[in-house]
Nanobody, 134 residues
Framework: QVLLVESGGGSVQAGGSLNLSCATS????????MGWFRQAPGKEREEVAS???????TFADSVKGRFTISKDKKKDTLYLQMISLKPEDTAMYYC????????????????????????????WGQGTQVTVSS
């Protein structure tokens, strides 16, 4: 059984920093991506940052230069360091593992086959709340 447990969330003022941690257990798919996502009230969940099995990181444009993602393989822990926090960073932050691009085909209508890829993750934590006040 794979378990992901986030910690480190809290309330800070704008310009402050927080460090999130995601402790994993039972997760052995190290070749897959791990990532952080967030969802604010009334908004869709969005990817914040991800890190591949070989350590390559990607970030959402809104957090580039402010957030850093890393992982400690020995501790089986994923981290998200956040600095210069803004009120718009307020959201529930989720850790995810076993992430990859999955191809899909959707028939939109007669002869209208849409093909694409979506980023999916097999395992999710329960989330940790981050609140940034102005």
């Amino acid at each position: 059984q794979v378990l992901l447990v986030e910690s480190g969330g809290g309330s800070v003022q704008a310009g402050g920093s927080l460090n999130l941690s995601c402790a994993t257990s039972g997760y052995t798919y190290t070749n897959y991506d791990m990532g952080w996502f967030r969802q604010a009230p009334g908004k869709e969940r969005e990817e914040v940052a991800s890190i591949s099995g070989d350590g390559s990181a990607t970030f959402a444009d809104s957090v580039k230069g402010r957030f850093t993602i890393s992982k400690d393989k020995k501790k089986d822990t994923l981290y998200l360091q956040m600095i210069s926090l803004k009120p718009e960073d307020t959201a529930m932050y989720y850790c995810a593992a076993g992430c990859y691009y999955s191809a899909y085909d959707v028939l939109r209508g007669p002869g209208a086959l849409e093909r694409g890829e979506q980023y999916v993750c097999d395992y999710w934590g329960q989330g940790t709340q981050v609140t940034v006040s102005s």
